[in-house]
C-alpha cells in the first residue's frame, strides 16, 4: 500500500465517522466532491479494499513462456 493510498484511506474513514465533511475531504485528497462520494460509499461497503489499487499487483497472463 502506497503513502497516497493510506492517505486516503484515513481521510475517507475520517468522512465515515463524521470527522470531516465531503467538502473537506475532496480538498485534503486533492479531487472534486462529487468524485468522493464513490469511495466513501464502497468503503463503508467493501472495507478497506475499496481504496486500494490493484494495479501492479496482479497476476502475470498465462501466456507467458
Do not use: H
Not at 33 to 55: C, F, L, M, Y
Amino acid at each position: 500500500m502506497s503513502v497516497k493510498e493510506l492517505v486516503r484511506l484515513a481521510v475517507i474513514r475520517g468522512a465515515i465517522d463524521g470527522a470531516y465533511t465531503v467538502k473537506q475531504v475532496a480538498g485534503r485528497v486533492g479531487v472534486s466532491t462529487r468524485r468522493k462520494k464513490s469511495p466513501k460509499k464502497a468503503t463503508r461497503e467493501r472495507g478497506d479494499a475499496a481504496i486500494i489499487r490493484n494495479v501492479g499487483r496482479t497476476a502475470p497472463g498465462q501466456r507467458r513462456e
